[in-house]
Structures are given as structure tokens and as C-alpha cells.
């Protein structure tokens, strides 16, 4: 298998061949924003401004959305058909996310940082955020500005950027959770006629150890994830309620980068994996979930889960014992710098071209339409005349099961080829083949992507079975080696 | 109707009607089918069955039990979604099985989810699922509704999806290509490429996805003379963490959609109704006490649904545990006095003949796992 399609989208028509120098620099570049203004259109350098949202304009056009559904929703006046074309057009219309899918094809396709790209995936497939109660709004910040940034950056940073964004704490459910014993509830327990509600919830928490640190190897306990959960309450609130945001303006309560509310947060020392976090006297809390984050970023059960895990999805599915403490003791030697870590991820996997990598039908798609120089995407000016997908490519993401912007649970897009294989997930590949050829407009043909990649006889045998051009580039493009297996 | 070349290969190698045939097994091919409904993210089993007669639960949960309780007996109540499945209960065709789960209690969906379909107690242990394993002994195949092949059905030749396309301009893919496919490759991948060469063409507009109409694709495959003999329809987000709801909300809709797929299935495959065992499955149940967030925790025992087969003897079977502090696992959740791989097997006993102590070594890998079909169903 070609390097280019194990660590990058592959290789554009006129792109130079991928060598680890190429590889490093684009893993290191500052990320250029690459799309098509149409589909037939030539790229542009740059996204327009008023497509490239904030933060800040994220959680706003999250709140106007929630709003207004919830003022045609209880509008009396309209009879419930008024309401059903009012609600779709509100869908329609609050469609910052598909420009944000549109986006995620366009740099894969035409940009020229596809390393970069797919290390950018990697961690956002890690740091799973599912669509729950506004969150497909903000996940798009979280993979170009967070884990964009962060993978120049440390693990630790990563991770404590990633646990306290609004994304996370809203999908898994850390908005709601309130200590006990904190102002809030102490209120309710002398208030207990206004009927108050506080409590923790553990749903981050859990996660926070189970599947972005530790892992369940590191054997922690129910206290464990309670009193991380303790750490965490006050991080967050309801980012999409109008009322709740009305309410913290007041108290000047509304700095994103830090969403934190003191009066939600448990007080008072917490074990977690036998270290005590204590505030001082005079302290909120909420440098504690700095401190443990650190501590768990570094725990030698955390290095291993990821460094295998980098592995599972650059080098091997089932990498060796080798391959795995090489990046461990990278990871160990330059204290989580991830610079360092995908540097050495990148020269493993430059070393191991002849093992099979299974590769995922996203990362599939678009390295067909990038080796081919085609596109079935809108352009951002073409949006809502989408001929294939109704908007951003929602629509083909969800066909071929890998949409991030889905429902979904918080383990990810599983690494497995066991996983995607399928009937029905062999019916898809064939069509997306299928459609590439006759809608993408191919820029060169099956022969020549064979010759630029250096294909292996087997495949070349495989493709000279077709008896059109339709069929070679479906036999191609689903063969072995260009699957991945 | 255009003859498809697909059709045509099909039908004049007459492939279509041989594939699902029983191979060399215990069973005769009059045996029945077994339908598992997923429920991921781990239920509620003290939502779908409150045990009304326990008072600690009004203390715990007041918030989280409904009003409006379908009344099953003096000790327990269902969820008032679950309508069509108390009329299964009080024709004795339905049966609940409570304070149940599977050997697990450490309360990580992936872990817990591992288990429930590998149906080995060892998270990540093994490759294959429990079903699949027990459809490779009976030498039937067997059907998910789903894009992937989920590892509860994996470990056994001839199994497949169904989940139709919705990719507009595009057709199904070409026999003969998907054929060249299978041939460059080897193992499960090359498997699955040559059953598109098999595999009838869906047309993609039509085709509905939802889980009743799934459902219904369900009934139908079943029913077919030599197709698959058990079907996995999931159901997803009984991960309720926060506004679980009670007589409306999150779980009361997705509990009436379970409810629905019993239905569908009951009505769909006619009398073969009479011979299909419908079982639900989930990782875990949740915590008995109400969180901050008018929702529940991970937690350990739930209830299990079945439906279907010539009858029941009980509305519930249980060994209650209660619900006082004292009683709960860990003080916090309701414990499992039934291991589920024990209702499980029975349900394999029931559907396929295979035999109790054969299905616990061969199935499941532990000789201890007793068997509760006399317990369960009216007959054995």
C-alpha cells in the first residue's frame, strides 16, 4: 500500500510523491483553509469570512436555533403542518455544521495538509463528541481550532482544552452536574418547597478515564470516577438555553474558553487514583481539573493506551509489541509532546509499507476524489442545490456509517476492519465507486493513478478484468490495496 | 418487472433457496427462530418494569416512575409505552425477566457491551458472538438490520445485513465485479464480497430504514423456507444520564418502539409467530436512585422482555432481591440474581433444539450456567 493513502488522502493528480520530509512538513504546517466556491470550480486559498464561525458565534446560533424551534413549537396559532414546514425550514436554514462537513472533504481533497488532516482525525475520532442538544454547532470548533492547535501542543493540553469545551461537556452530559455540597446545593437542601435540583453526574467523568486517559487497564474505582466527577461539577452549563445564558450574563458568568460556574462546584479534597486534589482556602476548584488532567495525561497507563492506539490506526491493526513501545518511549522521552509522538508515529509507518492497513470509508472516499482530481461535493456556494447529499454531505457521510456529526457513543469510529466489513458496507463501497466515476468527473485515468502509485501486479491484474472504464475504476478503487484489505 | 442480471444469476443456480439450508447439525429444519432486540446504552430495567410493590423505589425514584403503569401483578408494573407487549404478557405469550444481567459489573458500555454479544464474562476475549456460535451449531444463518455486522452474529458462514441504500443515482453494485472482488482477497472480506453476488438488489428509494420497518424486513426473511433463522434489530440511546422522563420523554419513546417491534414482528410472521423466541439484550441496567439530572447512572441488574413461542408459565420470573440500601449491589444498584446467559440459553434451547449442556459449552463456555427453560417456558 502506498504511503500516501496510509498517513495522507493519497496523491493528487500533479502532487509530488509523499517522503517522510513532505510528511513531517505538512504535519507541521499552520492549516490553510481550502475549499471550491462550486463543484466545477478551480480551489480557492481561502474559506469567506462569514463561513468561518467562532466559538463564540457557535454557541449563539446554537441558542437561536433551540429558540426558535421552541417558539414555532409552542405557537398557537399554527396548526401542525404550519409548524412542520416552519420547523424544516428552521433545519434548513441553522446549517452552519454542513458547511463544516463540507469543509472536512474540501481540505481532505484539495488541500495540501493531508497528514496534518488525518492526524486532526485521529484525535477527533478519540475525543468522540455525538450530536446531542446542540453539539453539532460546536464540534466543528473542536477539530480546526482545538485539536487543529492542539496536536502542535502537548497531550495534557490537548486534553484539558478538549475536556472543558462546550462540546464535551455538553454531550456527555457534565452541563447538568452540580455538587452537593456546593452553594447551589446547599441553597436547595434549605430550600427543599422550591424543589432545587443538584446532583453530580458521572457521564464525563467516566469517559475522562475509561476512554481519553487511562482506560479501564489502570483499574480505577466507582469513588475514583465520583471524585473525578467532583472535580469536574460547575464545568459547564446548558451552552444552548436562553434562560440559563440571561441568567450567567448577569453574573458575567459567559467566558467560553473557561466555562466555569464556582457556585455548581463541589467543594473539598478529591482522591483520585491516590492522589488528593485539595483547592486552598481562598480557591474555587477549578485549577483541579488542571492538576488531575496532567497527572492523568501523563500516567503510564494513558501512554500505553495511546500509543497502541496510534498505532491500531497508522501502522497495524494489531501492532506489535515493538511497534508500541517505540511510541511509548517517545511519548515518555518528550513528556507528551505530540509533535514529537506523530513524528515518530509517521517514521514506523514509513517503515512499514508492506504490512496491510485497513483504511475507513471516509478516509477511502476521499482519497478516491483526491487521486482521481474528482469531487462530488457542493461547493459552498451550491449548498442548497446539493444534487447527491441535501447540504455538506451529511447525507453520504451517514450512508457509508462514518458521520461525525451523527448520534453516536463516545468510543468512536471503531479501528477495525472486522467492523466495516459487511454486506452492506461492500454494497457502499461499490456505489460510492460507482458514483464517483459517473458524477465526479475524474481528472485521469484508472492506468495512470496505477502507474503514479506504483500499484502491485496483483492489482494490476484485478483492474485489467474490467471491460470499461467503469469497471476498472471499481475494481480498482475497491481492490485490496487500495481498501486497505 | 426487469429481470436484473442479479435475478437472473440467482435464480438459475437456484443458490437463493440452498443458502440458508441447515447444514450437518441437531436440529431439523421444523425448529424455530430467534429474534434479539439490542438495547445499547443499557436500559432501565426499573423504568420498563417498576417494581411497584417495592417502596424504596418511590423513595429513590419518585420522579422516574410513571403514572399512568400498566399493572402486571401486586409486585410489578410496565412502563406505559410497552402496551402491545402487556397484551403478550396477559395471553401468557409474553414474559419479563427481572433483576438480570449478564456477569458484569463494572459499568463501561464497551466493555459491558462486548459481553452481552460475545456473551463471554472476559471483556474482548473472543472474536465471535454467542449467536453466531449457536447458529453455526444448529447450521442455520442468521440476518442483522443493520450497515455492520455486529459481533453478536459473527463466528458463522452465511450470515448477512440488511440495511438499504440511500445514495441517490447510484445502482447496486454489478455481481461479476463483486465476484472479482471476493477473488483478490481471502477470509471474511472475501466472504462478504461474494454474497453481493447473491444478495437481491434493494431498490433505494423505496427501501425504508426505521426500526419497525426494519422490522418488518425482519419478518419476512424469517418466514422465507431456507432464510435466515435469527434476526438482530438494535434499538439505541437508553444511555439516559439526564431527563430520562417518565409517562413521556426519551426512554418512553424508545421503550414504545420496542414495544412496536414486538407488534410488528407478532403480526408479520403469521403463524411462524408461533416457533420464534424474542428476546432483548443490553449491557447493563442503571442506577436505582434519581441523579442530578432527572436521569440514572451505570449500573448493574435490568429486566429482560420476551415474547413470542407457544407460551409462558410466568408474567415474571424473578428471584427479587429488593430494593432497601442494604440489599442494592455496591449500595447503589439493583443486583442481578439471575444471570441472563441462564434466560439466554434457554431461549437457544427453545428456538434451535440444541441442547442445554451442549449450548453452556459450546455457546457459552461455562459448564455452570443452569438452565431455566422449564422455568421460563410453558413447554420444554
Known sequence: ?485 | MVVNRRHFLASSLGYLTLLGWPRAGFTDVKSGRLVVILLEGGMDGLAAVPPIGDMALFDQRRELVPKNLLEVDRHFALNPALKNFNMLLKSSFGSIVHATNMPYKRRSHFEGQNIMESGISTPFAVKTGWLGRALDLAGFSGESLSLNLPLLLRGNKGNDTYYPAKIKKTDGPDPMIARYLANARSGMVSETFESLYFKENINNRRARRDPISLAKHAAVALRKVGGPRAAVIKVKRFDTHANQGADSGVFFSRMRLVDNIFETLRVKLEEDWETTIVVTLTEFGRTVAVNGSLGTDHGYGSAGLLAGGDGFKEKVVTDWPGLQKIDLHDGRDLMATVDYRSVLSSCLEKAFGLPHDFIIEKVFFDPKISRLTDRIFLRS
Not at chain 1, 454547532?137 to 502537548?154: A, P
Open chain 1, 1 to 485: 500500500m502506498n504511503i500516501s493513502l496510509r498517513v495522507g488522502y493519497g496523491l493528487k493528480p500533479n502532487e509530488d510523491a509523499l517522503t517522510l520530509t513532505r510528511a513531517l512538513t505538512q504535519l507541521n504546517s499552520s492549516a490553510r483553509q481550502i475549499g471550491v466556491r462550486s463543484r466545477s470550480g478551480s480551489p480557492i486559498e481561502k474559506w469567506p469570512k462569514e463561513l468561518t464561525y467562532s466559538l463564540e458565534d457557535r454557541v449563539k446560533e446554537a441558542r437561536l436555533f433551540r429558540s426558535s424551534r421552541e417558539q414555532i413549537k409552542r405557537n398557537q396559532n399554527l396548526n401542525s403542518e404550519q409548524k412542520m414546514t416552519l420547523l424544516r425550514r428552521l433545519r434548513r436554514e441553522s446549517n452552519l455544521w454542513h458547511f463544516d462537513q463540507l469543509r472536512l472533504a474540501h481540505q481532505a481533497i484539495l488541500g495540501d495538509d493531508p497528514v496534518r488532516q488525518r492526524f486532526m482525525t485521529f484525535w477527533w475520532n478519540h475525543f468522540s463528541v455525538g450530536n446531542t442538544k446542540g453539539t453539532r454547532f460546536y464540534t466543528g470548533d473542536l477539530y480546526w481550532n482545538v485539536i487543529g492547535n492542539g496536536i502542535q501542543g502537548t497531550f495534557a493540553e490537548l486534553l484539558y482544552n478538549v475536556t472543558k469545551h462546550p462540546a464535551m461537556l455538553t454531550y456527555l452530559d457534565n452541563v447538568y452536574s452540580i455538587g452537593e455540597n456546593s452553594d447551589k446545593g446547599v441553597r436547595a437542601k434549605l430550600n427543599p418547597d422550591r424543589r432545587i435540583r443538584v446532583g453530580l453526574n458521572d457521564n464525563l467523568a467516566r469517559e475522562l478515564l475509561e476512554l481519553h486517559s487511562v482506560s479501564t487497564s489502570a483499574n480505577y474505582s466507582e469513588v475514583d470516577i465520583k471524585n473525578t466527577a467532583k472535580i469536574l461539577s460547575g464545568w459547564g452549563w446548558q451552552f444552548n438555553g436562553e434562560r440559563v445564558w440571561k441568567r450567567l450574563v448577569k453574573l458575567g458568568l459567559t467566558d467560553l474558553s473557561e466555562p466555569f460556574i464556582d457556585h455548581h462546584h463541589e467543594p473539598g479534597e478529591k482522591v483520585v487514583l491516590g492522589k488528593t486534589y485539595s483547592p486552598g482556602i481562598f480557591s474555587s476548584g477549578q485549577e483541579s481539573l488542571k492538576e488531575l488532567i496532567e497527572d492523568l495525561a501523563r500516567n503510564k497507563h494513558t501512554i500505553r493506551h495511546l500509543s497502541k492506539k496510534l498505532c491500531q490506526h497508522f501502522i497495524n491493526e494489531n501492532p506489535s509489541e515493538k511497534d508500541i513501545s517505540l511510541i511509548e518511549s517517545a511519548w515518555h522521552d518528550s513528556k507528551g509532546d505530540l509533535r514529537v509522538v506523530h513524528r515518530n508515529v509517521l517514521e514506523r509507518a514509513f517503515k512499514a509499507i508492506n504490512q496491510p492497513k485497513f483504511q475507513w470509508p471516509l478516509t477511502w472516499t476521499f482519497s478516491i476524489l483526491r487521486k482521481f482530481g474528482a469531487n462530488i461535493f457542493a461547493g459552498w456556494e451550491e449548498l442548497e442545490s446539493d444534487p447527491f447529499f441535501d447540504g455538506g454531505g451529511s447525507r453520504l457521510y451517514r450512508e457509508i456509517g462514518q458521520n461525525f456529526w451523527s448520534k453516536r457513543q463516545p468510543d468512536g469510529f471503531s479501528l477495525k476492519q472486522e467492523d466495516w466489513t459487511s454486506s452492506e458496507h461492500m454494497d457502499r463501497r461499490m456505489r460510492v465507486s460507482n458514483l464517483v466515476f459517473s458524477y465526479g468527473n475524474p481528472g485521469i485515468s484508472c492506468d495512470e493513478v496505477i502507474g503514479r502509485l506504483g500499484m502491485a501486479r496483483k492489482t494490476r491484474n484485478l483492474v485489467s478484468k474490467g471491460r470499461t472504464e467503469a469497471e476498472k475504476f471499481t475494481l480498482l478503487t475497491c481492490s485490496p490495496e487500495f481498501m486497505g484489505g
